[in-house]
């Protein structure tokens, strides 16, 4: 069992940045990890994952170039890095816990934190 808590949401304004954060407990070793998104009326979209080592990362086409996502094994936690907001990154974001880092199925899911864009 692995247990995820996200934190860092927020309201930002269009061009601004945030930080996410995903502190996990459990089971974690030698886990995924990836960050998610769903906004209103919209299907849950894949936004970035991270391989277990760190050493390899794979991002939605939609965030390429804005987002960053990084983790620290020793500290269990997950960060996503948001640079350049658009009010289209509105949406409740979500830490993933699974066994690949790419979109696809995940095993664990943290409780969502609100990130708003918006002036």
């Known amino acids: 069992q692995v247990q995820l808590v996200e934190s860092g949401g927020g309201l930002v304004q269009p061009g601004g940045s945030l930080r996410l954060s995903c502190a996990a407990s459990g089971r974690t070793f030698s886990t995924a990890m990836a960050w998610f998104r769903q906004a209103p009326g919209k299907e849950r979209e894949f936004v970035a994952g991270i391989s277990w080592s760190g050493g390899s990362t794979y991002y939605g086409d939609s965030v390429k170039g804005r987002f960053t996502i990084s983790r620290d094994n020793a500290a269990n936690t997950v960060s996503l890095q948001m640079n350049s907001l658009k009010p289209e990154d509105t949406a409740v974001y979500y830490c993933?816990?699974?066994?690949?880092?790419?979109?696809?199925?995940?095993?664990?899911w943290g409780q969502g934190t609100q990130v708003t864009v918006s002036s």
């Open positions: 993933a816990a699974g066994r690949t880092y790419g979109p696809g199925k995940f095993d664990y």
